[in-house]
């Protein structure tokens, strides 16, 4: 069983969560480029990897680990050198669980449903996340503390959470708001953040060159 990972990635994709994280982990790492351009994620040798045809995924030790919060809470565990993750008999381990969580769950589909809103939407309380500004209230009390979610301590729930609020942000499906702009201003410089920018914009070009 190979310890090597493989990393199934697109650079205008979910799959820079899981790059910025794997370059969190610091740990080697070797890219399958999927070109969307080319329906590479829909052809059959993927499909065998993922059968929903989306990035990122990665195959560590044999296993298949899809969903980008998987993917940053499955390295985190994995890698515990790196300390990304509360050890299972810390009590912050909840409050880490509860916002990778909540921000796959709640934050993705209130931000896409305020974006592109259903004809016919179930009434609040049938819905998971309730309501948009319920969501941002919660996220917005929950960082302004700081510096991380967790307080002082950086963790793999951080690299999920920014790397979605800051999404979010550029497509303009988030209002501006101090606490949420504070955080992502004191993330962005992290290295691993920077290292993973830097390959994402050199496989940009790479991309572009070879058509
Ligand atoms: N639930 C998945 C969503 C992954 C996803 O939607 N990936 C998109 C790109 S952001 C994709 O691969 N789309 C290609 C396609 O569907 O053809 C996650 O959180 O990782």
């Not at 030790?61 to 990304?84: H, N, S, W």
């Not at 509360?86 to 912050?92: F, I, V």
Request: net charge neutral.
């Amino acid at each position: 069983m190979s310890g090597e990972i493989v990393f199934y990635y697109n650079p205008m994709s979910r799959a820079r969560i899981a790059h910025w994280m794997l370059e969190e982990v610091a740990v080697p790492y070797r890219i399958e480029l999927l070109r969307f351009d080319k329906g590479d994620q829909k052809k059959p040798e993927y499909l065998a990897v993922n059968p929903m045809g989306k990035v990122p995924a990665i195959v560590h030790r044999g296993v298949v680990v899809t969903e980008a919060a998987a993917i940053c809470t499955y390295l985190a565990d994995a890698f515990p050198k790196a300390q990304l993750a509360p050890p299972l008999d810390d009590p912050q381990r909840g409050t880490y669980l509860r916002w990778l969580f909540f921000m796959a769950s709640n934050f993705e589909a209130a931000v896409l449903d305020q974006a592109a809103p259903r004809p016919k939407s179930p009434p609040s309380s049938s819905l998971g996340y309730g309501s948009y500004a319920d969501v941002m209230h919660a996220i917005e009390s929950a960082l302004r503390p700081g510096p991380y979610i967790l307080g002082e301590r950086f963790s793999a729930a951080d690299v999920y959470m920014a790397a979605q609020l800051e999404y979010a942000a550029m497509m303009k499906w988030i209002e501006p708001r101090p606490a949420v702009e504070a955080y992502l201003a004191r993330i962005s410089a992290r290295p691993g953040k920077l290292r993973a920018q830097e390959q994402c914009n050199a496989l940009m070009q790479q991309m572009k060159s070879s058509g």
